[in-house]
């Protein structure tokens, strides 16, 4: 079956056979492929962490009778798109897809595209997945995909940058990146001072209007008029790489080394309640851990300690923020310590996207895993966003057999904050309807209070094999 | 020979500006004019930049000569000097 997302590069595609998911290089795109292997590109973006490794199959059929060869790339064991990165994440893809382009150019090579969707996250690291985007260097022609760079990567940066952080959502509105006149009128006018924003966003946004009802003529007299050389787009790829490492955000006063999130225990609280997810974690057994309402990832790596894979999900962005930084330390200091931070606002996850909705399915079509961890999240869930608690547990079990979920009652203070200046309209938020509502779907298997608090830990197992 | 010098040109025309065959994005003529508008001058800074590189380069590897075990070449700290470092040096 030919991936739905897989269908605007006529170079190839992707597609599943048995599970398995294979890349067809076309035909037509022969010449290009044996160049990427040829001019000891691949190998070199391969060594650098740069580019998805793969295997050519030698013996397994094409999808369809154009294929030149067949190809197994090795795993992404979870797919996030741009509007799920923090500031960081999508600031490194930016980064790693110009890295791509200068090591292409140095091997008579350049990228013909560069959309942010072609970088996954792999151990923590933005890695290229889309092997079939580089064709042969001809001298002349400007950069073709520096309109997608700047739509999918510099826009929505400067725009986080200068505007606020909350405008990297436009990124899902927007499938083929930010329109850069869009982009030019949120800007404030101090962004203008930077040389990088003024180039290749409100200069860029200029000419795209002035010329935007040219003919083809025009674009070739303008390209035979004035060839761009490679030594010319070396400097464009630099000025790329400049402008967007010069970009920065945190949130208002505060350095990212004080930044804690929002965490209300005292040291032996926080200790306790580390050994309980941790023994949880162990009773169940768990590979695959999707931490909702992870804050920084504190608990998050309490279980990538125990040796799980973790998607470590919050809606603020700056708790994202901190947790990236912290994955991006320890993917250098400790390999394999895999924690996979995405910014997610779990009353309304990403939606499917694209081209019949089916391009880049939804994050509740892709997220599920052996066990789901929700701490201090059901009340913001219920009394913040009004969620009836049965609803949660049937959410929660629609993710995971197992959940580890810790219950804060309602005379707890973070809970009477929620209630603050509005009716307590929760009659059934208690100990007794949480669990009633939750032993719908899960046998509760462990419960445990937390030291003097009136927080308690459950540990759920299904009660069916959905 | 006038017609086979046109037709040399005709080609090396060809061959310079013939859009890459699987260009499949659209790369705007509006993105196209300001790259070829701009072009100049950053292809300008750049060469700049790895000259200067290069010089500091050059002035710390006789400082480190005169002392031993200094490290010949310092470690680059932002991605964009490391691209000027490890930028094209034939061309």
């Known amino acids: 079956m030919i991936d739905p997302a897989s269908f605007r590069d006529p170079s190839g595609f992707v597609f599943r056979r048995q599970g398995r998911l294979l890349r067809q290089v076309n035909a037509s795109y022969r010449v290009d492929y044996d160049a990427l292997i040829g001019s000891g590109l691949y190998r070199k973006l391969v060594e650098a962490g740069l580019l998805i490794p793969h295997e050519e199959l030698t013996d397994e059929p094409g999808a369809s009778d154009s294929a030149y060869k067949v190809l197994a790339p090795s795993e992404v064991p979870f797919l996030s798109y741009p509007y799920e990165w923090c500031f960081g994440q999508l600031q490194d893809a930016a980064l790693a897809t110009l890295e791509c382009q200068r090591l292409a150019l140095e091997h008579g090579m350049v990228l013909k595209d560069a959309s942010a969707y072609n970088i996954q996250f792999v151990e923590g690291r933005p890695l290229l997945i889309d092997t079939l985007s580089f064709e042969r260097y001809v001298e002349g022609p400007p950069w073709v995909a520096y309109r997608q760079f700047c739509q999918h990567f510099l826009a929505p940066l400067a725009l986080a940058s200068y505007a606020d952080i909350r405008l990297l959502a436009l990124a899902s509105r927007y499938i083929d990146g930010v329109p850069l006149d869009l982009a030019s009128a949120l800007l404030p006018a101090r962004s203008r001072l930077r040389l990088g924003v003024l180039l290749h966003l409100h200069l860029h946004a200029r000419s795209q209007k002035k010329y935007a009802d040219e003919s083809r003529e025009t674009t070739a007299k303008v390209r035979a008029r004035r060839p761009v050389t490679r030594q010319q787009l070396f400097g464009i790829v630099d000025n790329l790489k400049s402008s967007v490492f010069g970009l920065t955000w945190r949130p208002a006063g505060t350095e990212w080394g004080d930044y804690t999130g929002t965490t209300h225990y005292s040291a032996s609280d926080r200790a306790e309640k580390e050994r309980l997810v941790a023994s949880y974690l162990e009773r169940s057994g768990a590979k695959r851990v999707l931490d909702l309402g992870a804050n920084t990832g504190v608990y998050s790596r309490v279980a990538a300690r125990l040796g799980c894979r973790v998607i470590s999900c919050d809606g603020d962005p700056a708790a994202v923020e901190k947790n990236y930084r912290l994955a991006r330390e320890e993917r250098t200091e400790a390999r394999g310590l895999a924690v996979h931070p995405l910014l997610i606002d779990l009353t309304n996850p990403s939606p499917a996207l694209g081209w019949a909705s089916r391009e880049r399915p939804s994050w509740n079509e892709r997220a599920s895993a052996d066990a789901v961890m929700a701490l201090a999240l059901v009340h913001h869930l219920a009394i913040g966003n009004n969620v009836p608690l049965e609803r949660i547990a049937e959410f929660l079990r629609s993710l995971a057999p197992t959940a580890i979920v810790e219950w804060v009652p309602k005379k707890d203070p973070r809970v009477q904050q929620l209630l603050a200046a509005r009716e307590d309209v929760f009659p059934d938020y208690s100990r007794g309807g949480f669990e009633a509502a939750f032993e719908r779907f899960f046998e509760i298997e462990a419960r445990d209070r937390l030291g003097a608090t009136e927080r308690s830990f459950y540990l759920l197992n299904s009660k069916d094999a959905l | ?91």
């Open chain 2, 1 to 91: 020979m006038p017609s086979l010098a046109r037709l040399t040109l005709a080609l090396a025309l060809l061959a310079v500006f013939s859009r890459p065959a699987h260009a499949y994005i659209d790369p705007s003529t509006g993105s196209y004019v300001l790259q070829i508008l701009v072009a100049g001058f950053l292809g300008a800074m750049f060469a700049l930049k790895v000259f200067w590189h290069r010089i500091v380069g050059l002035f710390q590897n006789l400082t480190s000569r005169s002392k031993p075990g200094a490290p010949s070449v310092p470690e680059p700290s932002d991605p964009s000097e490391s691209s000027a470092s490890g930028g094209p040096t034939e061309s």
